[in-house]
């Protein structure tokens, strides 16, 4: 059974940065693509970011030079190296098992398996 366990999530300033984690379990990494989305009280679910299983990584245009994924195979885990952090940024984060082979895709809509997310707060 395939799980992913968010963690690091936290109360931060805006302008500080954060890194988000995200545990996989009952599958490989390096053989999937991954995403990091949010959602934000009132509104839909977004795609912030994606990594193919060849490492090819695709960023929405909100967090284009502020946030990086990577992921360690080692360990099974992927990450949301987040800095530059605004309020809007405030959200449950979730990392996810998309599609869109072989590049990956932001839309929420290609899911295949959620995380239980991780709340995220950003004060001015």
């Known amino acids: 059974q395939v799980q992913l366990v968010e963690s690091g999530g936290a109360l931060v300033q805006a302008g500080g940065s954060l890194r988000l984690s995200c545990t996989a379990s009952?599958?490989?990494?390096?053989?999937?693509?991954l995403g990091w989305f949010r959602q934000a009280p009132g509104k839909e679910r977004e795609g912030l970011s994606c990594?193919?299983?060849?490492?090819?990584?695709y960023y929405a245009d909100s967090v284009q030079g502020r946030f990086t994924i990577s992921r360690d195979n080692t360990k099974n885990t992927l990450y949301l190296q987040m800095n530059s952090l605004k309020p809007e940024d405030t959200a449950v984060y979730y990392c996810a098992l998309v599609g869109g082979y072989p590049s990956c895709s932001l839309n929420p809509a290609s899911v295949n398996v959620w995380g239980q997310g991780t709340q995220v707060t950003v004060s001015s």
């Open positions: 990594i193919t299983y060849s490492g090819t990584t």
């Open positions: 009952g599958l490989t990494l390096r053989v999937v693509n």
